[in-house]
């Protein structure tokens, strides 16, 4: 009786099995119909920003000092793709009373992390940075490092929003207490060079010019001459940490 009480219950267990249904009423996922969801391709995310760019920039002289003072530039980017997108340059060159900005970006996208990370240098140190690591989400990238400031390490965030056709934004923070508070230093807004005529004016800022009066023509000096008078004159307008950009 008993090996006939066990025979019962085998054929009662053994339809759950075969159909795929546990006790509990549920059905299990089929194995061929599980997909995993593949990683986000990030390759093409700085596309956006291929071209020329009329630059506006803000930097705070002297971060996490409790300084607010803070200097204009004005000038141009240009970011060219490298690699079919897996990596872009950016080349910035902006001009203000505290001087000259001439500044590269290289930021190449990591396939296996599916992340970007930021690099730069600028002609004055001729060395690259420590990189900010990061990617973009729902339209906004966010990249984070780590640096040394005054000879301690402070932590880096580099923001990319308010991305349009025609404009977007970048802004860096410095954070001295391990990422709680945020001071930001550099904010910069790019907006599209859209045509020949456009760029032409650019580049006729960067170069010398000569103005009639009533005494016949003068010599007017480059912006970039009475920027360097200026910075020799003020030398603590030189100072700062340069962007990631």
């Known amino acids: 009786m008993r090996a006939l009480g066990l025979l ?11 159909h795929g249904v546990t006790p509990s ?24 920003e291929i071209g020329t760019w009329n630059t506006r920039l803000s930097r705070r002289l002297k971060p996490l000092t409790g300084s607010s003072t803070w200097v204009e530039y004005e000038g141009t980017s240009v970011v060219r793709k490298v690699w079919d997108g897996k990596a872009n340059l950016v080349e910035l060159d902006v001009k203000g ?24 240098s600028n002609s004055a140190g001729g060395t690259l940075s420590p990189p900010v690591v990061g990617e973009f989400r729902n339209g906004r990238g966010e990249f984070f490092g780590r ?25 860096q923070a ?23 005529s456009a760029s032409a ?5 960067r170069r010398p010019r000569v103005q009639d009066n009533v005494l016949g023509p003068r010599w007017v000096p480059p912006l970039n001459e ?20």
Request: with cysteine.
């Open 147 to 171: 640096e040394f400031l005054n000879g301690r390490m402070i932590y880096v965030r580099f923001v990319i929003s308010d991305i349009t056709p025609s404009s977007c934004r970048f802004e």
């Open 201 to 205: 004016a650019i580049d006729s800022r």
């Open 226 to 245: 009475y920027i360097s008078n200026r910075a020799r004159q003020h030398p603590e307008l030189r100072t700062g940490s340069p962007a990631k950009f």
């Open 174 to 196: 410095f954070s001295d207490d391990g990422g709680k508070t945020w001071e930001v230093n550099w904010i910069a807004v790019d907006t599209r060079v859209t045509d020949a």
């Open 25 to 48: 009423g549920s059905v299990p996922p089929d194995p061929v119909l599980v997909q995993s969801v593949a990683p986000r391709d990030g390759r093409h995310d700085f596309d956006f």
């Open 8 to 18: 019962i219950c085998s054929a009662v267990v053994l339809p759950w099995s075969s």
């Open 97 to 120: 009373l505290s001087g000259r900005i001439e500044g590269l970006s290289l930021r190449l996208y990591n396939p296996e992390s599916t992340q970007w990370s930021l690099n730069f």
